[in-house]
């Protein structure tokens, strides 16, 4: 049995010897390298580097959607354009990351780009040749970095180049920025470089670069030496612009997957100045909006979805909305109205979803403008529409209470009725009901009639 388990055992060593392979001994030939220089089994000097290509590659997330190519590198903490990357992407996202300088031929690979998100990185330089390849691109976003100065020739390499952004960046507008500014000036330019503002000097600071007076950059160099002690003629400085606030620099644009401007918690208590025309959703939610005047959104144009939850938001002036008339989704939830003023819902004409929850809303007289627009846009989901006030319509649905109405009138608006005082249950063309209910002057149109049987001779009375 012994001889037997040892011949075994024997048979099996040689197998195992063969899985495992040729042990390199001290004269072993090298092994055939693979394409990158490395052997076939990846067991050779600079393993540790390609896989860190590798690992950084699979951490950017490719997609394509509309048959267009992207490459989604965000937040990622790079510091550079990594070697591995795909080239034939069209849409290349390298928002919230930590790059610093664009150097020459950075780009230069990706032939066919369209667009390039570069915003909130630490970008403060920009070398002549940093776009050079992009021949194609279109779109440009350069927002919410440290960039102090450029020149026109960064642009030259983008013929295509229609759409730049450049605001919340720390623009010294002086000398070397003159070739940029003259660039952007151009009419056929309308979308490059809108928002962006002078930093320094003091005389400057807050001004367009759009609207800056070229003259004006090169001004306070001439004035060098000629000071009142001196002997000189101090030239007048340009006026201080008084600044609004800026809130291009407080929110945040995103382009993809659709265009947002992001302005979530920051305590902003009006809406933005200059709303960029082709945003298609705005986030105004957590700020201190208590009230929206007239033409606020005239220029977004574009805009689908509205949120101002959670604003303390009381009153909405009636042409508030105007300009939305592709508004799909608005949310006032969270906020202070108690009702809405006759009109204030007139220009949503594709409303498709109304959030009105956790407001304290006053059943009386005022609400039925709100009922009346919904009975007559079926279309719109609502939510949230409960009664606060008074204490004896607190929790009903609104629309409830709104049913109840001719029922029960509240004594400040009855009138002497005569024969038809006191009706019950309403007229059978709900549309004339409501219409009735929310006119102003209801007392000329006809009360709702005390029964619904059919009688040869039907007397109304105007009051």
Not at 275 to 281: A, E, G, N
Not at 290 to 318: E, M, V, W, Y
Request: charged residues 25%; glycine residues 8%; aromatic residues 8%.
């Amino acid at each position: 049995m012994r001889l037997l388990a040892t011949l075994v055992l024997l048979a099996l060593v040689p197998s195992a010897e063969l899985q495992r392979g040729p042990r390199p001994g001290p004269r072993a030939q090298p092994r055939p390298r693979g394409p990158r220089g490395g052997d076939p089994g990846g067991r050779v000097r600079g393993r540790g580097r390609a896989g860190a290509v590798k690992r950084q590659t699979q951490e950017c997330k490719e997609y394509t959607e509309a048959g267009e190519k992207y490459l989604d590198c965000q937040d990622r903490q790079l510091t550079t354009v990594m070697q591995g990357w795909p080239k034939d992407i069209d849409h290349l996202l390298l928002a919230r990351n930590k790059i610093q300088v664009l150097r020459d031929n950075m780009f230069s690979e990706f032939t066919q780009m369209k667009s390039l998100d570069l915003q909130q990185n630490d970008i403060s330089m920009v070398e002549e040749g940093a776009f050079s390849g992009l021949s194609q691109l279109t779109t440009l976003l350069l927002q919410h970095n440290r960039l102090k100065t450029a020149s026109e020739e960064v642009l030259l390499p983008m013929p295509q180049l229609t759409y730049l952004r450049l605001f919340d960046n720390p623009w010294s507008c002086r000398c070397p920025l003159d070739s940029l500014v003259r660039n952007l000036q151009v009419p056929s330019n309308r979308n490059l470089g809108n928002y962006a503002r002078c930093a320094e000097p003091p005389s400057l600071r807050g001004q367009k670069l759009k609207q800056l007076s070229v003259d004006a950059l090169c001004a306070e160099e001439s004035q060098v030496g000629q000071r009142p002690d001196g002997g000189g003629v101090e030239l007048p400085r340009p006026p201080t612009v008084r600044e609004k606030p800026d809130t291009n620099s407080l929110c945040r644009t995103y382009l993809f997957p659709k265009p947002l401007l992001d302005c979530r918690n920051k305590d902003l208590k009006r809406v933005p100045f200059e709303l960029p025309s082709d945003i298609v959703k705005l986030d105004l939610s957590g700020n201190h909006i208590g009230q929206l005047t007239p033409k606020h959104f005239l220029f977004a144009k574009d805009l689908k979805l509205l949120n101002l939850s959670s604003n303390g938001l009381d009153r909405i002036h009636t042409a508030a909305f105007a300009g939305l008339l592709y508004l799909r989704e608005l949310d006032l939830s969270n906020n202070s109205l108690r009702y809405f003023q006759y009109g204030v819902l007139e220009d949503l004409y594709f409303l498709r979803k109304l959030s009105l929850g956790k407001n304290p809303w006053f059943c009386d007289y005022n609400i039925h403008y709100l009922i009346y627009w919904l009975k007559h846009h079926p279309g719109v989901a609502h939510t949230g529409l409960v009664c606060a006030e008074p204490k004896e319509f607190e929790g009903w649905r609104v629309a409830d209470y709104v049913k109840t109405y001719n029922g029960e009138c509240p004594k400040d608006r009855q009138t002497d009725r005569g024969e038809q005082g006191g009706g019950q249950g309403g007229t059978e063309n709900d549309a004339q009901e409501l219409t009735a209910e929310t006119d102003e002057r209801g007392d000329r149109l006809p009360s709702p009639l005390k029964d619904r049987k059919r009688k040869k001779f039907e007397i109304i009375r105007l009051s």
